[in-house]
C-alpha cells in the first residue's frame, strides 16, 4: 500500500511537472531577473527598484557592486557617481580624480574616493532622459547588506524565495583601488563571499548568482565558493549582417587584456571557450545579439517609415543556447527593454517570449513586469498542460495499482 501511494506520488510528480514545457538547462521554468531593479520604472539599484521589481514578480534582483573608499559594497552599475546621483550638486568638482577605467582615461568622481557616509548623503538620479524623472533626489545608494535584507524580508513576507544576482564590477579596477586604499588583493571578492556565506550559507542551492565581466574573479570564487557563479559576454555593437562587433574596451575581459592574453568575449561563446567557461562557472549572461542572429536588410517590418533595430530580419538561434546547455551551462540573456533594443522586435513582450521558446534560463530585464507577462505566454496555456499531465500521472498511478492488485 505504502508503495503504491509513493509511486503515485512520484508518477504525478514527475510527469504533471510543467517544467517540462521549458526547453531550459534543467527543464525548470526560466527566471525574470529585475535587471538593477525596475529600473524602467525607478532610478536604478534602489531598494525602491530592487522592491518594485519584487513586487512586479521578478525571481531576482540585481545588484551591481562597487567599493567605497572605506571598503564598503554599495549598489552603482559603475565606480563613476556621475550619471546616477546627485553628487555633482553636493561635492564640488576637487573630489573628481582621473582614472584609467578598463584602458580609458576617465575623469569623474569615483565611488572609491568617497566614505560610505558620504555616498549616504547622495540621492539617486533617473539616468534616461527618456524615462521618469520625477522620482530624482528621493531614494539613498544601498549597500549590499540592505539589499539582501530586502530579499530576505520579502522573501519571508510574501511566501516565495526572491534571489539576488550581484555582479562584480570592474574587479581589475577594484584591485587596484582596494590595495591604494589598504585591502588586499581580493578584498572585493572576498567580502562579497563573506556577507553571502553569512547571509546563504556556502551552498550551491543558495538563491545567489554571482556574475562578472571579468575572468580571472571567477576563476578565484570557483575556488572559495559553492555559490552559482555566472560568466558575462560583452560586445560593442551587432553589425548588420548579424555577427557581433568587437571593440575595446568592449572586445575582451578586461584582465584578459592586462594579462596580454587574445581570448575575446567572442571566444568564450564557441564550444572550446564553452567547455573552458564550464571548468569554473555554473552559467552564461550573453548580451543577447550572441544568441540570436537579426540581419539589418533594409526593410521597413514595423511600417512606421523609420528603419531601427527592430526592423531587423530575425534569422534564429545562433547555437549558442544548444551549445551552453551541451556543456552544462545555464544561459541568463541580457538586456530585455520595453523602451529600447529589441532586436527584431517591436513588441518586447513578444522578443522575451521568443527567447523563453528557445530556451533561454533568464532574462534581464529593466520592465519585470514584462518579463513576468512575457514567461506567462511562453508556454500555451500551461495551467491546463500541468491538468492534462497530472491526470495522466493518475492514470499512470491508477495502471500501477492495478498490476500490484
Ligand atoms: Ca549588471
Ligand atoms: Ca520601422
Known amino acids: ?44 539599484h534602489t531598494l525602491e527598484s530592487y522592491a518594485l521589481a519584487i513586487q512586479q514578480g521578478a525571481h531576482f534582483i540585481e545588484p551591481d557592486l562597487v567599493l567605497t573608499r572605506d571598503g564598503q559594497l554599495i549598489a552603482r552599475h559603475e565606480p563613476i557617481l556621475d550619471g546616477t546621483t546627485d553628487v555633482a550638486s553636493k561635492f564640488d568638482a576637487s573630489r573628481k580624480s582621473t582614472r584609467n577605467l578598463d584602458g580609458v582615461s ?66 581589475t579596477y577594484m584591485k587596484i ?3 591604494a586604499n589598504g585591502f588586499s588583493p581580493t578584498y572585493f571578492e572576498d567580502a562579497l563571499v563573506s556577507k553571502l556565506h553569512a547571509a546563504y550559507g556556502n551552498s550551491a542551492t543558495a538563491p545567489v548568482f554571482i556574475q562578472s565581466f ?58 572550446a571557450g564553452l567547455a573552458e567557461v564550464a571548468t569554473y562557472a555554473d552559467g552564461i549572461g550573453p548580451w543577447k545579439p550572441y544568441l540570436v542572429k537579426t540581419v539589418d536588410d533594409g ?20 547555437g549558442v543556447i544548444a551549445a551552453a546547455h551541451a556543456a552544462g551551462l545555464l544561459v541568463h540573456a541580457y538586456t530585455f527593454r520595453n523602451d529600447a533594443s529589441g532586436y527584431g522586435f517591436a513588441d518586447p513582450q513578444a522578443e522575451m517570449t521568443y527567447y523563453f521558446g528557445l ?26 498542460y500541468a491538468l492534462m499531465l497530472a491526470g495522466l500521472g493518475l492514470v499512470a498511478g491508477f495502471a500501477a495499482r492495478r498490476r500490484k492488485a
Open 1 to 44: 500500500m505504502r508503495v503504491r501511494v509513493i509511486s503515485l506520488l512520484i508518477l504525478s510528480t514527475l510527469v504533471a511537472s510543467p517544467a517540462l514545457a521549458f526547453n531550459t538547462l534543467n527543464g525548470q521554468s526560466p527566471i525574470v531577473i529585475g535587471h538593477r531593479g525596475a529600473s524602467g520604472y525607478l532610478p536604478e
Open 106 to 171: 576617465t575623469t569623474a568622481y569615483f565611488a572609491d574616493t568617497f566614505t560610505l557616509a558620504e555616498v549616504k548623503t547622495l540621492r539617486a538620479i533617473q539616468p534616461r532622459a527618456s524615462r521618469n524623472q520625477s522620482f530624482n533626489g528621493l531614494y539613498e545608494i544601498p549597500t549590499l547588506d540592505e539589499v539582501i535584507a530586502l530579499a530576505q524580508n520579502q522573501s519571508a513576507q510574501i511566501g516565495r524565495p526572491i534571489g539576488i544576482y550581484p555582479e562584480l564590477k570592474h574587479s
Open 177 to 179: 583601488q582596494a590595495q
Open 214 to 271: 571579468e575572468t580571472a574573479n571567477l576563476k578565484y570564487l570557483n575556488g572559495q565558493t559553492n555559490i552559482n557563479l555566472v560568466q558575462l559576454v560583452d560586445a560593442d555593437d551587432v553589425n548588420a549582417n548579424g555577427l557581433l562587433s568587437l571593440v575595446a574596451p568592449y572586445a575582451q575581459p578586461y584582465d584578459i587584456v592586462v594579462a596580454g592574453g587574445s581570448t575575446t568575449f567572442a571566444d568564450l561563446l564557441t564550444p
Open 299 to 318: 526593410v521597413d517590418r514595423t511600417g512606421d517609415g523609420i528603419l531601427s533595430i527592430n526592423d531587423r530580419r530575425v534569422d534564429g538561434p545562433t
Open 359 to 384: 530556451g533561454v534560463d533568464g532574462v534581464f530585464t529593466d520592465f519585470p513586469d514584462t518579463g513576468v507577462a512575457a514567461l506567462a505566454s511562453a508556454v500555451p496555456e500551461p495551467e491546463t
